[in-house]
């Protein structure tokens, strides 16, 4: 696990104040709390491997693996979703004159390169091959997630702050169905990330429930992605869970259709607990409390709910917890 220790020396871009309690000089007192920052991501570096979940959410894979840096005894700890394709990708890959190790068939490309510890991660997914006609309501969609369930959860009464970052940039997107069949109520390509808020308290009636929280980077639909706050549905295996995603323009700057790199450095601590009290109000999470909830995953991608192809460059992912150490 990734950790720095400093006094008061976090990112510039954090926005947190920390306020000092007692009697005394308060610059003094200042100095003198420490906060520990560490990433909650094992494996940040995909060192260890990703593993392939399949195409089928009820009927999920195991043992079969793609080891893009070499192959390593330690437990994988990342998973490549690939829910609705007919194309499941294979451990066999290929290595470009730049470096990068791809793994590609008709469907989808992952892509991932390495240069000076940094991974950059290329995601594109080719709808052209996945749908014969377009997409009508109710029938499933492509997906293509990096995903990882966190080996120790993050609880949200226990951290001074959550810092996601993360650097992206369009590669294409092309709409490759007719005009007139395309529907912004049905159609799209969506590429954003999910975090996981659960009750993890063994002692709550709630134990296990959770939201979905989220924020957009691309929607092939808006140049500026608005927020979206609704119950998980629109497919057989839907969760039924509370999602809540902030707008593209709480996350980042400008828009990924100019096809510039983007950068998301934002502390969501106060987000997760405005998505609680939102779902606690539409009626959700009605057996958990706030002190319950955890950071339990993370899931970032594409889904093509329209034929579409399109493609985009990660790199510098993270989410790091601060701590009070004293």
């Known amino acids: 696990m990734n950790r720095k220790l400093s006094f008061l020396t976090m990112p510039a871009w954090v926005g947190l104040i920390v306020q000092s309690c007692g009697s005394g000089n308060a610059t003094t007192a200042q100095e003198r709390v420490v906060h520990d920052t560490l990433s909650i991501f094992d494996d940040p570096g995909f060192r260890n491997g990703l593993a392939l979940s399949g195409t089928n959410t009820s009927d999920q894979q195991s043992g079969k693996y793609l080891f893009p840096f070499g192959e390593h005894p330690q437990s994988v700890r990342w998973r490549i979703a ?102 912004k109520d049905l159609h799209s390509a969506q590429f954003q990330v999910f975090i996981t808020l659960q009750d993890g308290n063994p002692e709550s009636p709630g134990q296990g429930d959770f939201l979905w929280f989220g924020f957009p980077l691309y929607d092939y639909r808006y140049r500026d992605v608005p927020a979206y706050m609704a119950e998980d549905i629109g497919k057989d295996d839907a969760s039924g869970k509370y999602i809540y995603m902030l707008s593209s323009t709480e996350v980042i700057d400008r828009s990924m259709h100019d096809k510039q790199w983007v950068s998301v450095r934002r502390n969501i601590l106060d987000d997760l607990t405005a998505s609680f009290k939102k779902a606690q109000e539409k009626g959700y999470l009605k057996n958990s409390s706030l002190a319950d909830m955890y950071v339990t995953s993370l899931n970032i991608g594409w889904e093509n709910t329209a034929t579409i192809n399109s493609g985009v460059l990660f790199r510098n992912l993270d989410i790091q917890k601060v701590v009070k150490v004293y």
């Open 82 to 183: 690939e829910w609705g394709s007919r194309y499941p990708l294979s451990s066999e890959k290929t290595v470009l004159p730049g470096g990068e190790i791809v793994y590609e068939n008709r469907g989808k490309t992952l892509g991932l390169s390495k240069k000076d510890d940094v991974v950059s991660v290329r995601m594109e997914v080719m709808a052209e091959h996945e749908y014969d006609k377009p997409r009508e309501e109710g029938t499933y969609w492509p997906h293509l997630l990096l995903e990882q369930a966190f080996q120790t959860p993050t609880r949200l009464s226990e951290i001074e702050a959550l810092l996601v970052q993360l650097d992206a940039k369009l590669l294409f997107s092309e709409l490759n169905m007719p005009e007139s069949a395309f529907n």
